[in-house]
């Protein structure tokens, strides 16, 4: 793994989707505040009479501008520590408009970008084996001194944010660090990004919020209690490896490193890469960062207070939290970085966390498990089927939709052997105090892979 050499088709393709993200998290205080300007149209074509009642509301909708600004300036933090894994300068050139409306409601996976198609490079730790550059998890040193790059890059975005670019902010004296990013506020954002950066606020809440810590329960500990159970001799010689495919922001990944084991989370979203790139590098101490999630929707909301309530993050240092060497974040395709050779028989547990139905072909998803798990080794699943492909009707895009039934044909055609089944209720990304809750009745298993699956001909009845 990791000598592909990328065409230079690929490496613009790439280029070209984190832009894009890069400008939909730019994007994000003009989109919040189109929200807050339409609430206030909305206020003042009230009638008189109904207006004095609901006097109170110009005051919520300054205190969500507030909150608003809040947001922005940790986005803007996050994306001033991000270093891309490219030139990113070359053959800047805005997008057309886009005019797309399909928001959507959807899945817990649908935080995707589109352009993300092959192996990208950010990982954190130390992945040799990755043609990636690394970004270590480490104790990020206290006393570094901002250098002026750094300063002109953060008030340089803060403008480009706020004013569409103005290009004589970007001309001249700037870093080229700062034009790639100042120039990607340029791009336009579809209403699909916007809602994928508030996708990612929700995720941080979900990984890295004390007001998460009901959601990690029910859906990380049966997983670090089942691992822990069935590696108890870990501390002993070489620590066991785990795989995380589909990481999300890392807390998952990072839990299984620090029971002892050689954790590896992949991730193919940039959205969440820079996210916990930025969370899992740059925190300095618990609680460091204080963002306001629910501020994005006016309804099922109890209260003002409520939907303004803050949310701190992360609820620990990371750095600090006993991680075992070689704990690393892998970005990429899961299917292109580990369906290859070098990979086969090389993990000692696998585990997969609402990530089965983000795939095209589940049947591919498990062939992989099967392939890159050593004889003997462990999948722990926890998720439901709600197949994120499954309402794309693009002639090109294929979306195999299973029931479980069937998943775990496949699974045993492939030579697991469950071990242990349950369902387990939960929620993904949920606002604990909404009055609307999604709950998933999400299918839990452990398999162990008995053999290499070609010899395992199981006849179906
Ligand atoms: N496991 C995390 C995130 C679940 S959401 C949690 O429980 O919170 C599913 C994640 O899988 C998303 O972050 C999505 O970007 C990622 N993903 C989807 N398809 C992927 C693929 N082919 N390779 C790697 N990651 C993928």
Redesign the pocket.
């Known amino acids: 793994m990791g000598d592909r050499v990328y065409t230079k088709e690929e490496e613009d393709l790439e280029i070209q989707s984190l832009r894009r993200i890069i400008s939909a998290y730019l994007n994000y205080p003009d989109a919040a505040e189109k929200d807050v300007r339409r609430y206030e149209r909305s206020f003042k074509k009230l009638p008189p009479p109904h207006k004095a009642l609901l006097s109170h509301l110009p005051l919520k909708f300054q205190r969500i501008r507030w909150c608003i600004s809040m947001n922005t300036s940790f986005i803007m933090n996050m994306l001033q520590a991000f270093e891309p894994p490219f030139d990113m300068i070359e053959d800047i050139e805005p997008d057309h408009v886009h005019t797309t409306e399909n928001t959507h409601e959807h899945s817990?996976?649908d935080?995707?970008p589109i352009g993300e198609r092959r192996n990208i490079s950010i990982s954190l730790g130390d992945s040799s084996d990755f043609p990636n550059k690394s970004h270590k998890l480490e104790a990020p040193s206290l006393d570094k001194e901002e250098t002026h790059a750094e300063c002109s890059l953060r008030s340089t975005m803060h403008r480009c944010a706020v004013q569409n670019c103005d290009d004589k902010l970007c001309n001249g004296d700037e870093k080229a660090s700062c034009d790639w990013k100042c120039h990607a506020s340029m791009f336009s954002v579809s209403l699909v990004d916007v809602d994928k950066v508030r996708c990612i606020i929700r995720?941080i809440v979900?990984?890295w919020a004390q007001e998460g810590q009901r959601e990690r329960d029910e859906?990380?500990k049966p997983i670090l209690e089942e691992i822990n159970r069935l590696f108890p001799d870990r501390t002993r010689g070489r620590p066991p490896s785990c795989l995380?495919?589909?990481?999300?922001?890392g807390?998952?990944a990072l839990e299984i490193s620090s029971l002892g084991f050689v954790s590896q989370g992949?991730?193919?979203?940039y959205?969440?890469m820079i996210c916990s790139s930025f969370i899992l590098n740059n925190t300095r101490e618990a609680n460091e960062w204080t963002i306001y999630p629910w501020i994005h929707s006016n309804c099922n909301s109890l209260s003002t207070d409520d939907q303004l309530r803050p949310v701190s993050f992360p609820d620990i240092h990371p750095a600090s939290a006993g991680i075992t060497e070689g704990f690393s974040m892998c970005g990429?395709?899961?299917?292109?970085?580990y369906n290859d050779r070098s990979q086969e028989g090389s993990w000692d547990a696998v585990v997969?966390?609402?990530?089965l139905d983000?795939?095209h072909n589940i049947v591919e998803?498990i062939e992989i498990i099967a392939k890159i798990l050593k004889v003997g080794g462990v999948w722990i699943n926890?998720?439901p089927l709600l197949y994120?492909f499954a309402d794309s009707y693009g002639e090109d895009e294929m979306s195999i939709e299973l029931s479980l039934e069937d998943v775990k044909k496949v699974a045993f055609y492939y030579g697991f052997e469950l071990e242990v089944e349950k369902m387990i209720e939960t929620t993904?990304?949920a606002n604990t105090r909404s009055m609307m809750q999604t709950r998933y009745t999400a299918a839990y298993w452990t398999m162990k892979k008995k053999n290499h699956g070609s010899k395992a001909v199981h006849t179906d009845k």
């Open positions: 817990h996976s935080i995707s995720n979900r990984d859906c990380y995380v495919p589909g990481a999300g922001l807390r998952l992949n991730e193919f979203s959205y969440m990429g395709d899961f299917v292109e970085v997969t966390c609402f990530f983000t795939a998803y926890l998720g994120h993904y990304t």
